[in-house]
């Protein structure tokens, strides 16, 4: 069964910058999207950057310009990082790595970025 193991969260001033990283511990086959869901409280979980087979990004309006994803397809794993620079209080949330091959989605486990002014 193939899983998403995330690794980068954690508490940073607004302003400042943090990185995600995502991989599969299989290679997912079949695999077009891949990328970053974030959820905040009372909210339902949202996309913030995907990446599709052809290179294809999409960002929340939110984080335009400020988040990169980056995602690596090897032989033997899928790879998806998320950059975010000028972090904002409102980018403070649980994401979650997702990737979508075929019928099947998955998910990360969730890690908490906290931003603070």
């Known amino acids: 069964q193939v899983q998403l193991v995330e690794s980068g969260g954690g508490a940073v001033q607004a302003g400042g910058s943090l990185r995600l990283s995502c991989r599969s511990t299989?290679?997912?086959?079949?695999?077009?999207?891949m990328g970053w869901y974030r959820r905040t409280p009372g909210s339902e979980r949202e996309p913030v950057a995907l990446?599709?087979?052809?290179?294809?990004?999409?960002?929340a309006r939110s984080v335009q310009g400020r988040f990169t994803v980056v995602r690596t397809d090897a032989q033997d794993e899928n790879r998806v990082d998320l950059q975010m620079d000028d972090l904002k209080d409102e980018d403070t949330a649980v994401y979650y790595c997702?990737?979508?091959?075929?019928?099947?989605?998955?998910w990360g486990q969730g890690t908490q970025i906290t931003v603070s002014s």
């Open positions: 990446q599709t087979n052809g290179g294809a990004t999409s960002y």
């Open positions: 299989e290679k997912i086959y079949g695999l077009n999207t």
């Open positions: 997702y990737a979508v091959a075929g019928l099947s989605i998955y």
